[in-house]
């Protein structure tokens, strides 16, 4: 399974980015799928989770700014991001989780200016 990461990049405060990931060679139609982020310093952190029944999982800190989508049919998962700020900036990882199995984007930096 292969992920790629797109659509990062630097911004302003107040703008919005739109990620998306794209899955190769894995099974997309029951499986789980997430946005993770890394500050520099910080620790790795769940942003937004979405399974492919449609059940979204939010961090308090981008819930109402974010919005994880997927179209099962694409394999491919999107990270709208609304109202960035500062502390938004980071690597964002896209991951993949089937079963007992999980593997990793490479990340796409996204960096907001204040």
């Known amino acids: 399974v292969q992920l790629q990461a797109f659509g990062g990049g630097l911004v302003q405060a107040g703008d919005s980015l739109n990620l998306v990931c794209t899955v190769s060679?894995?099974?997309?139609?029951?499986?789980?799928m997430g946005w993770y982020r890394q500050a520099p310093g910080k620790q790795r952190e769940l942003v937004a989770s979405?399974?492919?029944?449609?059940?979204?999982n939010y961090a308090d800190s981008v819930k109402g700014r974010f919005t994880i989508s997927r179209d099962n049919a694409k394999k491919t998962m999107a990270l709208q991001m609304n109202s960035l700020t500062p502390e938004d900036s980071g690597v964002y990882y896209c991951?993949?989780?089937?079963?007992?199995?999980?593997?990793w984007g490479q990340g796409t930096l996204v960096t907001v200016s204040s």
């Open positions: 979405m399974t492919s029944r449609g059940e979204r």
């Open positions: 060679n894995g099974h997309f139609a029951f499986n789980i």
């Open positions: 991951k993949y989780w089937y079963r007992q199995f999980e593997t």
